[in-house]
């Protein structure tokens, strides 16, 4: 059973910065690629970033790009997103997802419980 738990969110003021993790449990975490979603409230889950099973390959959207950073670690099964120069437009719970999700849809196949990230002066 696919098992994925995010940490690291909070409350920071504008141009703040967070480390989100992921560690994922359940499944062969080195053959996946691996992607971050959010969803602010009253709003869809969009995609945020992906990278590949290897690390080399990492896509953002246009909006974040420049300001997160998202890496792995596949010897411990875990997937991180560093948000820097946060924007009150970045709120949202952030998931760590496997499966389908990209600039055009996310509909995940997995996904976690997520966790909160605020940005508010």
Known sequence: EVHLVESG????QPGGSLKLSC??????????IMSWARQARGKNLEWVSS??????M????????????????????M????LT???????AMYFCVTG?????????DDRGQ???VTVSS
């Open 23 to 32: 560690a994922a449990s359940g499944f062969t975490f080195s053959g996946r």
């Open 114 to 116: 997520g966790t909160q």
């Open 58 to 77: 990492k896509t953002y959207r246009e909006s974040v790009k420049g300001r997160f950073s998202t890496s792995r670690d596949n010897t411990r099964n």
């Open 100 to 108: 389908h999700c990209n600039a055009a849809e996310c509909r995940p």
């Open 51 to 56: 990278i590949d099973k290897d690390g080399d």
């Open 9 to 12: 969110g909070g409350s920071v």
């Open 79 to 82: 997937m991180y997103l560093e």
């Open 85 to 91: 120069d946060l924007k009150t437009e970045d709120t």
